[in-house]
């Protein structure tokens, strides 16, 4: 697991997806860069993302709001008093670590005590092993069960109690030591706001404190009304929009999976109160649709169904993707009530509610959301994409197999050699095909070498010019997932790519 994030990390490198940010000065923790690849690769996450929300639904429609909001959207919205992380430093190796994190990281090593124990039934039972049936019978793995369980619920309900101290105690009951340095020596458990600060204003005096916006979500609510009376759009109808937030993420490993400077595309649909669980359905089966749509494996993605849910919600599930790192949260599809148009109506002292023409009456609507980390979305596409194959001549190839309408390139050309007039028609092609796809031109290095490059790349199709295409016009082209190669007509080649890159 750890060896194939490993290769994750170091493919998007090498191949200029992923560079560490401002790298020549020893990288910033948890910020990232997108290098030629990557930024044509979130690119297409993205519009791809746009197209299904925004193009193809006629009751919803794209904006894009400011980073900068008015400070007092924060305190409306509930990030500036709720929107915390409980901190716990260890006092010897001074080394800072959210302690829900601690205890879930705890929590993970029992859970993998139960997988090894069920490995092991399994080599001894051979066939006759029932996974289920050892699970819910055998006394040592129920033991461990129930000690996740007990630890999970009291860190859940001393944190909605703000508990602080118990989590603390509950941290020092279990003995867990700083993964660094095995030091036991902890300090109190304290909140800490994930919000980035900064002023707008000249002078010291007149400066104003602002927040960078932590999610996209309040520049859709801010806007609600402006956007339905210029839209004219009835409710149902949805506002979505892209765009960077920030988080001042204090457990920021796992590469671009948490970042402090990320991307969303978020999605507010406004709708009736009394209809959000039908929305609520809706959108969980609409938004998996959309994930499966790209071909990754159905079995990669599951629901997790929130237990806890957030102050503003009265419903919410996370649609999880498997992750080099395991199941993880790539999506959140929430059923806000009407809590934040409310709130904004409350501190801005204006009216957000929508006329209904049908009920012949004014309400505040409830809101269903639905909100994807672009970034996390780049992660789940490029490491399921990463493959080692086995070839039949017991070479192993390197290939990158992701979904051919987000790949970067979508095909390289290919002269055979550098002569005999084979750059200059292969030059040829690029230019035509330039105004459709992303394509590039590659002489260097001998043609397996170029394929492999390409192969490496993620690049959907190659497409190779030799010394027949002088007789016939014709062209070799490879497909990157099967290496197959067929002979077509120049004429042919943006019909075939376009069949295959095209949603
Ligand atoms: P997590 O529990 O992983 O911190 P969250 O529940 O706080 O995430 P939301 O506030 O629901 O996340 O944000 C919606 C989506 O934004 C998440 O599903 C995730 O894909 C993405 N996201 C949130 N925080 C980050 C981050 N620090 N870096 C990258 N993506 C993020």
């Known amino acids: 697991q750890d060896d194939q994030f ?7 490198k090498e191949y200029g997806y992923v560079f560490q940010s401002s ?49 007092t959207t924060w305190k ?43 490995a092991k039934a399994a080599k001894r039972f051979g066939d006759a092993f029932n996974k289920e049936e050892f699970v819910s019978t055998n006394k040592r793995v129920l033991g461990y069960q129930e000690k996740i369980n007990t630890t999970l619920s009291r860190m859940a309900q001393s944190l909605e109690n703000e508990d602080l ?28 706001n994930l919000m980035f600060g900064t002023k707008l204003g000249a002078s010291a005096e007149n400066a104003m404190d602002l927040y960078l916006r932590p999610e996209t979500a309040q520049g859709i609510f801010v806007n609600f009304l402006n956007v339905q009376k210029t839209s004219r759009l009835k409710i149902p109808f949805g506002i979505a929009q892209t765009g960077k937030a920030f988080r001042n993420e204090i457990v920021a490993r796992q590469f671009i999976f948490r970042m402090r400077e990320f991307e969303q595309m978020e999605m507010q649909f406004f709708i009736k109160p009394g209809t959000q669980q039908e929305w609520y359905e809706h959108w969980k089966e ?4 959309w994930h499966l749509s790209l071909g990754m494996g159905e079995d990669n993605y599951r629901f997790h169904d929130h237990e806890k849910l957030a102050h503003y ?92 309408v987000l790949a970067p390139v979508k095909a390289a050309v290919l002269p055979l050699v550098k002569k005999d007039g084979l750059p200059e028609i292969a030059r040829q092609i690029v230019e035509d095909l330039k105004w459709d796809f992303n394509v590039i031109y590659d002489e260097k290095d001998a043609v397996g070498r170029r394929y492999r490059r390409q192969d490496a790349n993620g690049t959907p199709f190659c497409i190779t010019v030799d010394h027949d295409t002088l007789e016939d016009n014709s ?3 490879r497909h990157r997932d099967t290496m197959e190669q067929e002979r077509v007509k120049i004429d042919d080649l943006r019909d075939i790519i376009k069949k295959e890159v095209d949603v």
């Open 6 to 12: 490993k290769k994750v990390i170091s493919h998007a």
């Open 286 to 289: 609409t938004r998996l649709k």
């Open 475 to 477: 062209v070799t082209i």
């Open 76 to 118: 409306a919205s509930g990030h500036v008093d709720a929107f915390n992380d409980p901190l716990i430093d260890n006092k010897d190796s001074k080394k800072r670590y959210r302690a829900d994190v601690l205890i879930e990281d705890y929590c993970a090593k029992i859970e993998a005590k139960i997988d090894k124990e069920v």
């Open 165 to 192: 101290a118990d989590v603390k105690a509950l941290i020092e009951e279990l003995e867990i030591a700083d993964p660094l340095t095995g030091s036991k020596n902890w300090t109190d458990v304290k909140q800490f």
């Open 313 to 404: 919600a009265d419903a919410a599930a996370d649609i999880e993707f498997k992750f080099p790192f395991g199941f993880k949260e790539l999506e959140g599809i929430h059923s806000r009530t009407d809590f934040d148009l409310s709130q904004h109506e409350k501190y801005s002292g204006k009216k957000l509610q929508y006329f209904d023409p049908e009920e012949n009456k004014s309400y505040v609507p409830y809101v269903l959301e639905t909100s994807i980390g672009l970034d996390r979305m780049f992660l789940a596409v490029f490491s399921n994409s990463l493959q080692e194959e086995e070839l039949e001549n017991g070479t192993t190839r390197t290939v990158l197999k992701l979904p051919s």
């Open 23 to 71: 790298e020549i000065y020893d990288g910033l923790s948890a910020v990232y860069d997108y290098a030629q690849n990557g930024a044509e690769l979130k690119k297409n996450i993205r519009d791809y993302w746009w197209r299904a929300m925004v193009q193809m639904n006629e009751n919803i429609v794209g904006i894009d709001a400011a980073i900068f909001m008015h400070p």
